[in-house]
């Protein structure tokens, strides 16, 4: 275990994105709509608190959360029903990249996802052809309040989490997929927690040196997210400290 984070660079780079691209509000209403499917009471449904948190912590107005527990509450039987649907492929540079969506209507989601790789220098490919080179992990961001990068150790080793990284307000704790619950459990009793997800890390990413190639890695990860039902990319690279 250690503070160290290979892929901060691209988080903090996909976070100013997605803000920017104005897919939060949509993003949270699908993955809401999902968690609350089989009950849409925060109280009785755990995974529909976690989503509700994870929805506050990317600023989703109340008000708009509020709006979907009431949609969930009285939704009925023709309302959409969404599915969380993964994609593999390798994009610019033969770099590999896995891809989810959330969407009710895969036969349209899948000619999108599968255009943007194409026109963008990538190749769909199937189920399988990139998934051995990454790792399903749990994330879990919490409010640092003032620990130490020892103390916080402490509490990630205790908690049963993989790896940390050390941040002075902020801190990133590395879980395995199937743990990322109990661990945030565990870390709720002895701090805030902002936020929980489950994300694809490259086993061994390709560093990425050269300014046209992370030109074209940057175009390719942008129009990939531009589909309408694309929640998150994945990419096997990360960036040299050269070109941040």
């Known amino acids: 275990m250690s503070g160290h984070s290979k892929w901060s660079s691209i988080k903090h780079k996909k976070a100013a994105t997605d803000a920017k691209r104005g897919k939060i509000l949509t993003k949270h209403s699908k993955i809401l709509a999902v968690a609350g499917r089989s009950d849409p009471s925060p109280e009785t449904n755990a995974a529909l608190r976690v989503a509700i948190a994870n929805a506050k912590a990317e600023n989703v107005p109340n008000e708009n ?7 969930l509450s009285g939704e009925g039987k023709d309302a959409a029903v969404y599915s969380e649907q993964v994609y593999e492929g390798f994009g610019p540079d033969g ?9 009710d209507n895969q036969n349209r989601t899948l000619p999108a996802v599968r255009t943007a ?13 990139v998934m051995f080179q990454f790792d399903h992990v749990g994330v879990i961001t919490v409010e640092t309040g003032g620990k130490s ?3 916080l150790f402490e509490l990630v080793a205790e908690a049963g989490g993989e790896d940390f990284e050390w941040e002075a307000e902020e801190s990133e704790i590395l ?3 199937e743990d990322l619950s109990a661990v945030r459990n565990a870390l709720e009793k002895k701090m805030t927690v902002k936020k929980s997800e489950p994300q ?7 560093i990425i040196s050269d300014a046209e ?16 039902d694309v929640d998150e990319v994945f990419g096997g690279f990360d960036v040299d400290d050269s070109l941040a």
Do not use: Q
Not at 95 to 103: C, E, G, K, R, W
Not at 117 to 129: H, I, Q, R, V, Y
């Open 175 to 177: 879980t395995k997929f």
């Open 149 to 151: 990068e020892d103390e």
């Open 65 to 71: 959360i509020d709006r979907i527990l009431k949609k």
């Open 117 to 129: 790789f194409a026109k963008n220098g990538g190749t769909l490919g199937s189920t399988g052809s």
């Open 95 to 103: 770099i590999p990249f896995v891809v989810t969506a959330l969407t």
């Open 200 to 206: 694809y890390r490259a086993k061994d990413p390709k």
């Open 213 to 228: 190639m992370l030109r074209r890695v940057e175009k390719f990860v942008e129009s990939v997210e531009d589909v309408d």
